[in-house]
């Protein structure tokens, strides 16, 4: 009676094995696990899985230990990386569980190298030949150069005839090398009227520099004359090469308006108290 006992358990979990993880007839058992209901004429036919190899990442976001993942489709070959403080999604396979926090890409080994792909953060994952990332340069209070065909954001290096272009090595643990940071500073510019710099009309200019940068603003001295040509549009420090007192700098935002209007109510001050 044991033999047939454990033939008889034997036969029964064949049965639900197949039903629950191989496939077989009937429906899913309830709250089974990588199973799926089909019709007849419409199941997978597993002959069409294929097997392919994505980059695996640690919690860390750096390559893990293991090197790749062993990932099986019957469908377009995926992999995913995550983004930022994000967990790995099926060690790399696939998909990734949402756009917010991954970037997915297609091809066996895409998720190897990651880049920004514009100034606002966008990440494109470049594969396993990559090397650099590039951008378009950056200079503080001018903002970024123009984009042309050598500069653009991605994946890649910059050719030997790139114009402002900045490009960076693309480590294995290191995301995004190609990413800055940037902020914005107000500041007023100036225009000429009558025979004397003044104050242009309407709100402070947003001066773009780099998030780790020292706010500053550069307006007209008491040298300047309307012939003066402020520097930056009043964004940033004074020009190397100004004259003595044709330029002042200030370091709180809007502050060269007021720092005039001081140093005029200083001078008739100083005016009245000779009367």
Same mark, same amino acid.
Request: hydrophobic content about 35%; charged content about 20%.
């Given at each position: 009676?044991?033999?047939?006992?454990?033939?008889?358990?034997?036969?029964?979990?064949?049965?639900?094995?197949?039903?629950?993880?191989?496939?077989?007839?009937?429906?899913?058992?309830?709250?089974?696990?990588?199973?799926?209901?089909?019709?007849?004429?419409?199941?997978?036919?597993?002959?069409?899985?294929?097997?392919?190899?994505?980059?695996?990442?640690?919690?860390?976001?750096?390559? *893990? &230990?293991? @090197? $790749?993942? =062993?990932?099986?489709?019957?469908?377009?070959? %995926? +992999?995913? !990386?995550?983004?930022?403080?994000?967990?790995?999604?099926?060690?790399?396979?696939?998909?990734?569980?949402?756009?917010?926090?991954?970037?997915?890409?297609?091809?066996?080994?895409?998720?190897?190298?990651?880049?920004?792909? *514009? &100034?606002? @953060? $966008?990440? =494109?994952?470049?594969?396993?030949?990559?090397? %650099? +990332?590039? !951008?378009?340069?950056?200079?503080?209070?001018?903002?970024?150069?123009?984009?042309?065909?050598?500069?653009?954001?991605?994946?890649?290096?910059?050719?030997?005839?790139?114009?402002?272009?900045?490009?960076?090595?693309?480590? *294995?643990?290191?995301?995004?090398?190609?990413?800055?940071?940037?902020?914005?500073? %107000? +500041?007023?510019?100036?225009?000429?009227?009558?025979?004397?710099?003044?104050?242009?009309?309407?709100?402070?200019?947003?001066?773009?520099?780099?998030?780790?940068?020292?706010?500053?603003?550069?307006?007209?001295?008491?040298?300047?004359?309307?012939?003066?040509?402020?520097?930056?549009?009043?964004?940033?420090?004074?020009?190397?090469?100004?004259?003595?007192?044709?330029?002042?700098?200030?370091?709180?935002?809007?502050?060269?308006?007021?720092?005039?209007?001081?140093?005029?109510?200083?001078?008739?001050?100083?005016?009245?108290?000779?009367?």
């Amino acid at each position: 009676y044991s033999v047939i006992y454990f033939l008889v358990v034997i036969l029964i979990y064949k049965q639900w094995y197949q039903r629950r993880v191989r496939g077989g007839c009937g429906a899913c058992a309830d709250g089974a696990e990588n199973c799926v209901d089909c019709l007849p004429d419409a199941c997978l036919d597993v002959s069409t899985i294929v097997s392919f190899q994505c980059k695996k990442y640690t919690a860390a976001n750096v390559a *893990d &230990a293991a @090197g $790749t993942s =062993t990932c099986l489709t019957n469908t377009e070959q %995926k +992999c995913n !990386r995550a983004i930022g403080a994000a967990a790995p999604t099926n060690d790399g396979c696939g998909p990734g569980a949402n756009d917010a926090d991954y970037v997915t890409c297609e091809g066996a080994s895409c998720n190897e190298g990651m880049c920004n792909s *514009d &100034a606002e @953060g $966008t990440v =494109t994952l470049c594969g396993a030949d990559a090397t %650099k +990332c590039k !951008r378009p340069t950056f200079t503080d209070w001018v903002g970024w150069t123009a984009v042309n065909g050598d500069n653009a954001w991605g994946c890649g290096e910059c050719g030997e005839a790139a114009q402002g272009c900045f490009d960076c090595d693309l480590a *294995d643990d290191t995301l995004n090398c190609n990413k800055l940071e940037t902020a914005t500073f %107000k +500041c007023y510019d100036y225009e000429v009227s009558g025979e004397k710099l003044v104050k242009k009309t309407g709100d402070a200019g947003a001066c773009p520099m780099r998030a780790d940068t020292d706010g500053k603003c550069n307006y007209p001295g008491s040298a300047a004359t309307k012939t003066y040509s402020v520097n930056n549009n009043g964004c940033g420090p004074c020009a190397d090469d100004a004259a003595a007192d044709t330029c002042e700098e200030c370091e709180e935002q809007e502050c060269g308006a007021q720092a005039t209007a001081l140093s005029v109510l200083a001078v008739l001050a100083a005016m009245f108290a000779m009367m």
